[in-house]
């Protein structure tokens, strides 16, 4: 990876290298992931408090590829770009989608993979994912995601109660508990992360959506680096490519997924 030339081309993006780059600066050793840690399959803790999921190993296999350190640093996903741009890590890692209100703030990497977003509810309640089956009901989504963007765009103004949380996981508590009548997150996270666990055998998918004319849900999900930071974004992509040529990507997502979820989304 001529990781020299890559170490003067990155030095200047990396944390610690905020200023012009002295003649003694370290090389490039190190890359550091914000992550919400909340979201399984993608990313969780497990029970010893290690950095589990899908995204974590693509992380790390972003990282072999640049023959760099790989860190991981815990972030709640509302904070996940205002902390990036404080300089606390150097992407985000955290089953972000392009969209272009995020595009303002952040560059995004090519295309990581793809998911619909998807609205649950407990089994027999009769819930659609329309203003008319869900008014008056009360939808949690996680703070700073698409799905909240999407229910205060379509459903909020017409009495459809929007009930923001830190993480996916307090979602699923309150769901639990009866507080709250349906959930909108990714659908595969929804699915492997909830659906398909003991807590979630009274819930059901309701639908995927797909009218989304003001474009809240954006596109695929990427890994977002700061602005003008191109010779990072430019390596990183150079990483997801090589995964896919030599069959890297396929191997990791079969350890989670039976399906393409490169390309599970029909948006």
Same mark, same amino acid.
């Given at each position: ?16 290298? !905020?200023?012009?780059?002295?003649? +003694? ?24 408090g290690q950095f ?22 815990? +972030? ?24 272009a209100e995020r595009?303002? #703030? =952040? ?13 649950? #509810? ?24 698409? +799905?909240?963007?999407? #229910? ?9 109660? =929007? ?42 998918? =309701? !639908? ?7 474009? =809240?849900?954006?596109?695929?999900? !990427? ?11 430019a390596k990183i ?31």
């Open positions: 990876m001529k990781k020299l030339l890559a170490a003067a081309a990155l030095a200047a993006t990396i944390v610690g290298f !905020a200023g012009p780059v002295p003649a +003694q600066a370290k090389a490039f050793t190190e890359l550091k992931f914000g992550v919400d840690a909340t979201y399984p399959p993608f990313e969780s803790l497990s029970p010893s589990v999921g899908f995204d974590m190993d693509l992380g790390r296999a972003i990282c072999d590829y640049l023959k760099v350190k790989c860190v991981f640093v815990s +972030q709640t996903f509302s904070g996940i770009i205002p902390a990036l741009e404080a300089r606390k890590f150097d992407a985000i890692l955290s089953s972000m989608s392009k969209t595009e303002k #703030a =952040v560059s995004f990497s090519s295309q990581m993979y793809d998911e619909p977003t998807s609205l649950i #509810a407990k089994k027999g309640s009769g819930i659609t994912a329309t203003v008319d089956g869900l008014k008056g009901k009360a939808v949690g989504v996680e703070a700073g995601t698409i +799905q909240e963007s999407y #229910a205060n765009a379509y459903w909020k103004p017409f009495g459809v109660k =929007v009930v923001s949380y830190p993480g996916q996981d307090q979602v699923y508590a309150d769901l639990l508990t009866g507080r709250l009548d349906a959930s909108l997150q990714d659908s595969v996270e929804a699915d492997y992360g909830f659906l398909k666990t003991p807590k979630g055998a009274d819930y059901m998918l =309701v !639908a995927n959506i797909t009218d989304d004319p003001k474009a =809240v849900l954006g596109s695929y999900v !990427a890994i977002g680096v700061r602005k003008n930071e191109e010779a990072l974004l992509d150079e990483a997801i490519a090589a995964m896919h040529k030599d069959g890297t990507y396929d191997k990791l997502q079969s350890k989670y997924f039976n399906f393409n979820i490169y390309q599970a989304s029909a948006n």
